[in-house]
C-alpha cells in the first residue's frame, strides 16, 4: 500500500484446513471411550463386588493379629509363641483348629478392646469346645497336630476371657490327654517342632501352678523319647522340673529317700548351666540402646530384638528361680542359693517394669514371671514389690486368689526334701 500496488487476494480466504481423521472419528472415538467405560462397569467392578469366602475372612483376621507389622502389644505371636506364624497355611483342612481360631481372633479383640465378653465370641468359643470335643473322639485325629494345636488356642481364649484362677484352665489337662496319645512319635515338620515346643513348655510350668495336670516324668520319658538328635539339653531340663513337680504333688511315692540326692544333684548341673549364661545374656542385653518406648515400633530390627531378647532373658530367670528353690528345699542353709535368690528376684522384677510397656497382651509374660518370682523369694520387701506388679497387670484373675495358690505352691516346692521321691529309672538315658 505504501507504494500504492494492488494486493492480489487481500480479503479472500486462500487456505483450507482439512481435519484428516474424517468426519466420523470423533463420534467413533467417543464411542469407544463409552464401550470401555461400560466394559469396567460390567466386569472390573464386578470382580471387586464379589463377597470374600469365609475362609478368606478367617484367614485374613488371624493374619491381623498375628503379622510382625501388628504392634507388639497387640500381637498374640510374641506373646503366645511363633508357632502360631504357621497356622494360617494350615487353616481350611481342619473343623477343630478352624472354629478355634475364630474364636481366638474374637476373644482377642475384645480383651485388646478392654470390653465384656460378646454373645458373639461366647459362641464362638462353645463351637470350638465342640469341634474339639468331636475330634477327641476320633482315633484318627486326637493327636494330630491341627488338634494340639487347637487345644493350645483355646487355652488363650480362656486367658484373654478371664479365668478365675491360673487353676481353673481345664484345657491344661486337655492338653496332657492328647500328649499322653501322641507319645514319642517323631516329628514330621517345622509346625510340628515349635508347637511342641510351646506345649511342652505350658504344660510344665502350667503343671506348676495347677495340681489337676498328670502328666509324669515317666510320661515325660516317653513323650521326649524322639531319638537321640532330640535328647538335648532342653528336653533334659523339661525332665528334670517335672520331676521336681512330682515330689511336689506326690505324684510318684514308690522310690527310696536316697534318690533326692541323685535329683538334688541333677538340679544343681542344670542351675550351674543357666546361672553362667546369665551374665553373658544380660550384657548383650544391655549393649542394646533402643529403649522400651510407650508404642513398641515393630518395624525398628534393634527394636524388636531389644524385645525378644528381654524375653528370653526374663524366661531364663524363671528356670533360674524354680530350680534354685528347689535345692533351697534340700539344702536351706546354703548361703550362695539364698544370694542367688534375692538377685534373680531383683532382676525380674526390672524385667517386669520394662514389659509393662507392651500391655496389654504383655501383662501374660508379666504374669508368669512375677509369679515365679514370689515363689522364689521369702523377702517381705521383695514379695510386696512382685504383689504391686501383679495388682496393676491387666490380668483376669483375682489377684487375692492367685496368692492364695501361689502360697501353696511356694509351700509344696520348700518342702520337697519331706516329699517322698519318685524312682530315676535310670541315670544312662540322662547322661547318654
Excluded at 3 to 22: E, M, N, S, W
Amino acid at each position: 500500500m505504501r507504494l500504492r500496488l494492488p494486493c492480489i487476494g487481500a480479503g479472500q480466504k486462500r487456505y483450507v484446513f482439512v481435519d484428516q481423521r474424517g468426519p466420523n472419528d470423533t463420534q467413533s472415538e467417543s464411542f469407544a471411550g463409552q464401550c470401555r467405560k461400560l466394559y469396567d462397569e460390567k466386569y472390573a467392578l464386578a470382580i471387586t463386588r464379589i463377597p470374600p469366602t469365609a475362609h478368606v475372612d478367617l484367614v485374613n483376621s488371624f493374619v491381623d493379629i498375628i503379622k510382625p507389622s501388628t504392634n507388639a502389644r497387640f500381637n498374640l505371636s510374641w506373646v503366645f509363641g511363633p508357632y502360631l506364624n504357621l497356622v494360617p497355611q494350615r487353616l481350611g483342612r481342619d473343623k477343630a483348629l478352624d472354629s478355634s481360631v475364630k474364636a481366638l481372633t474374637k476373644a482377642h479383640n475384645t480383651f485388646c478392646t478392654d470390653q465384656t465378653p460378646t454373645k458373639e465370641g461366647l459362641t464362638a468359643y462353645s463351637e470350638a469346645l465342640a469341634a474339639i470335643r468331636d475330634t477327641m473322639h476320633d482315633p484318627n485325629k486326637a493327636s494330630t497336630s491341627e488338634t494340639m494345636c487347637a487345644i493350645l488356642l483355646v487355652m488363650i481364649c480362656q486367658s484373654l476371657y478371664g479365668a478365675p484362677n491360673p487353676e481353673s484352665n481345664a484345657h491344661l489337662v486337655g492338653m496332657e490327654t492328647v500328649l499322653k496319645v501322641r507319645g514319642g512319635r517323631r516329628l514330621r515338620d517345622d509346625f510340628e517342632r515349635e508347637l511342641l515346643t510351646s506345649v511342652q513348655g505350658a504344660t510344665v510350668v502350667g503343671g506348676f501352678f495347677n495340681p489337676h495336670v498328670q502328666v509324669t516324668s515317666k510320661d515325660w520319658r516317653n513323650i521326649l523319647n524322639m531319638g537321640r538328635a532330640e535328647q538335648g539339653e532342653a528336653n533334659r531340663l523339661l525332665l528334670c522340673l517335672s520331676q521336681i513337680r512330682d515330689l511336689m504333688y506326690g505324684q510318684d511315692q514308690s522310690a527310696a529317700e536316697d534318690s533326692h540326692f541323685a535329683l538334688s544333684g541333677e538340679i544343681m548341673v542344670h542351675y550351674r548351666r543357666l546361672k553362667s549364661r546369665r551374665p553373658k545374656m544380660r550384657d548383650e542385653l544391655e549393649k542394646i540402646s533402643a529403649p522400651f518406648s510407650d508404642i513398641p515400633l515393630t518395624s525398628s530390627p534393634e527394636h524388636v530384638t531389644r524385645r525378644v531378647l528381654g524375653q528370653a532373658y526374663g524366661m531364663l530367670l524363671m528356670f533360674l528361680i524354680f530350680l534354685n528353690t528347689a535345692l533351697r528345699a534340700f539344702d536351706p542353709n546354703n548361703i550362695e542359693l539364698v544370694a542367688d535368690s534375692d538377685l534373680l528376684v531383683q532382676e525380674t522384677l526390672s524385667n517386669a517394669e520394662k514389659f509393662q510397656h507392651f500391655r496389654p497382651l504383655g501383662d501374660f509374660y508379666i504374669e508368669i514371671i512375677l509369679s515365679t518370682a514370689w515363689i522364689g523369694t521369702s523377702d517381705p520387701s521383695l514379695r510386696a514389690r512382685v504383689e504391686h506388679l501383679l495388682l496393676h497387670a491387666d490380668v483376669r484373675w483375682s489377684v487375692k486368689t492367685n496368692m492364695n495358690s501361689l502360697r501353696e505352691v511356694s509351700e509344696r516346692i520348700r518342702t520337697l526334701a519331706q516329699r517322698p521321691s519318685l524312682i530315676r529309672e535310670s541315670a544312662n538315658w540322662m547322661i547318654s
